[in-house]
């Protein structure tokens, strides 16, 4: 059985380049069998210009990763219903837990399967929260 491939770039999303080259996709859509499975790459607080929502502020950056993984869902025709998976890297896990009613407001619907992981830095000093998700539909 074959594996098609789609790569998705959300324009609601901010667009990583360097030297003019996309460096990566923010979502890729595997269809095997009818099946479509969707990988969000891991969404940090940046608003459509690529600047930082919420610096020093864990529920701010909940949020806007929230707002970010639900466009790059419905980019793949997708809702946040449809998660299975959530991975999330924090630089404070106990900053991030006073939140979870954040956490909750984006992926209660689904309850998918959870990993969070305390981590030194994300990939801006500034950045708190980094949350990749995966979702069948």
Known sequence: MSAKRERIQSEKLHLRTSGGQVLYSQVMVVEVGGCRQIFVAGQTPRDRDGQCV??????????????????????????????????????????YFKHQDMRMRYFAGALPTSTTVQVVRLSRPEFMVEIEVMAIV
């Open 54 to 95: 919420g610096k020093g502020d864990m529920r701010a950056q909940i949020e806007q990763v929230g707002e970010n993984i639900k466009a790059a869902l419905e980019a793949a025709g997708a809702t946040l219903d449809d998660i299975i998976k959530t991975t999330t890297y924090v630089t404070d896990m106990d900053e």
